[in-house]
């Protein structure tokens, strides 16, 4: 069974960086594809990036595009490096995990079975 774990919120001013860490602590990320997903107060949530399983084809979201990277590394990892964030970034950010039956990822929330808890991310100055 695969369990995912979110680190690398914080509060951060404008225009700061953050890098959030979206790691298995049971099972493996191997062979899924992975989305990070963020929900703002009072707002629906969004999806912001995503990988497939070989990380070689990648997806964001318009307003985060050219801001935000996201990786994947060897030891069951993925990351989403923030870069110059805005107050509108502020909100909980999630990674999900569906299995690569797919040729690609999705933004689409509601094709990830397998959620973490999440982690703050607040930018403010």
């Known amino acids: 069974q695969l369990s995912l774990v979110e680190s690398g919120g914080g509060l951060v001013q404008p225009n700061g960086s953050l890098i959030l860490s979206c790691r298995a602590s049971?099972?493996?990320?191997?062979?899924?594809?992975i989305l990070w997903f963020r929900q703002a107060p009072g707002q629906e949530r969004e999806g912001v990036s995503c990988l497939d399983v070989r990380a070689t084809r990648l997806k964001y979201k318009d307003s985060v595009q050219g801001r935000f990277a996201i990786s994947r590394d060897d030891h069951n990892t993925v990351f989403l490096q923030m870069n110059n964030l805005r107050p509108e970034d502020t909100g909980l950010y999630y990674c999900?995990?569906?299995?690569?039956?797919?040729?690609?990822?999705?933004?689409?929330?509601?094709?990830?079975?397998?959620w973490g808890q999440g982690t703050q991310v607040t930018v403010s100055s």
């Open positions: 999900a995990a569906v299995f690569g039956i797919n040729y690609e990822c999705t933004l689409r929330i509601n094709e990830y079975p397998v």
């Open positions: 049971e099972g493996s990320l191997v062979g899924q594809h």
